[in-house]
C-alpha cells in the first residue's frame, strides 16, 4: 500500500480522535459545572462565607468566575492612581461583555487616575457601553462587590492575597462603604477647565490640608491620595505662599485657623 495513503489515514484517525476528546472535555466541563459551584458555596458556608484566594493567577480565576455569574451589578473601588496598560487590557474584555449583556457597572479611582492616558481611555471605552465611572480625592481601599452578594478584599498591601466574602452582612457592608464614596465622588471627564476638574484641584488641595493638619509627611499624604510626593510638596509650597507660613508646623496652624476645612464641597457636576 501506498506510504501516503497509509499516512493520511493515520494522521486523520489522529483529527478524529482528538475532536472526540475535545468533545469530551467540553461535556465533562459543563457537567461539572454545577458540581464545582455547589463544592464552591459548600467551602464558603463552611468558612462562615470567607474564603482566601493566594497569588494573582488564583485570585483573577476567582474573580473572573464571579464576573461571568454576574446578573445585574458590578461595583469596583480602584485606589492608587492610574493603572497598567497591561492590567486595563487584561482586563477590559470580561468588562465589556458583562456590559454587553446589560449588566451595570460603576467604579471609583482616585483624582490622579484622570492624568493616566491608559485609564482615560479605558473609561471612556467603558462609559460608551454605559458605565459609570467617578474620582475621589481620599485613599480608600481596593474593592469588587458582584450582584451585592459577593465581594472581594485585599488581605495585604501587596494585593497578593485576596478574600471572597459571600456573607451577607458582611457583602451588605461593604456596599454600603461604596455607596457612601460614590456620594462624594466626581464624574469621571477628560481634563480641561471645567466645573468638575476645578472642584478635583479644590478637593485634591483640601485633602492635603487635612494631612497637614493631621502631621503627616509628604511622603504619607502623597501615598494616601495616591500622588508623587513632587506633586504633594508643589501643593505644599503654594499654600505656605498663600497663608505665609514659614514652616509645616505653622502651617498646619494657620490652615486650621483660617477655618478653610469647615466649607463643604459643592455638588458634583454633571457627567
Known sequence: MNPETIGSHVVAEILENS??????????????GPVVAEYRNSRLRNTYGYVTHTDHPNINAAIRLAARECRFEVLTSQPGGGRSEAVLSESLPATLEMLDRGVRMRTIYQHNARSSAATRAFVHTVQQRGAQVATLDENFDRLIVFDRTVAFIPEDDDDRVAAEIRAPAVVSFLTALFERSWTR????????????????????ERAIMRHIVAGDTDSVTAARLGISVRRCQEYVARMSARLGSRSRAQLG???????????????PAPA
Not at 191 to 200: N, Q, S, V
Open 253 to 267: 496652624y494657620l490652615i486650621a485657623k483660617s477655618a478653610l476645612l469647615d466649607g463643604s464641597p459643592e455638588e
Open 19 to 32: 475532536a472526540r476528546s475535545a468533545l469530551n472535555l467540553l461535556r465533562l466541563r459543563d457537567e461539572l
Open 185 to 204: 465622588a466626581v464624574p469621571f471627564t477628560p481634563p480641561g477647565r471645567d466645573r468638575a476638574t476645578t472642584r478635583i484641584t479644590d478637593d485634591l
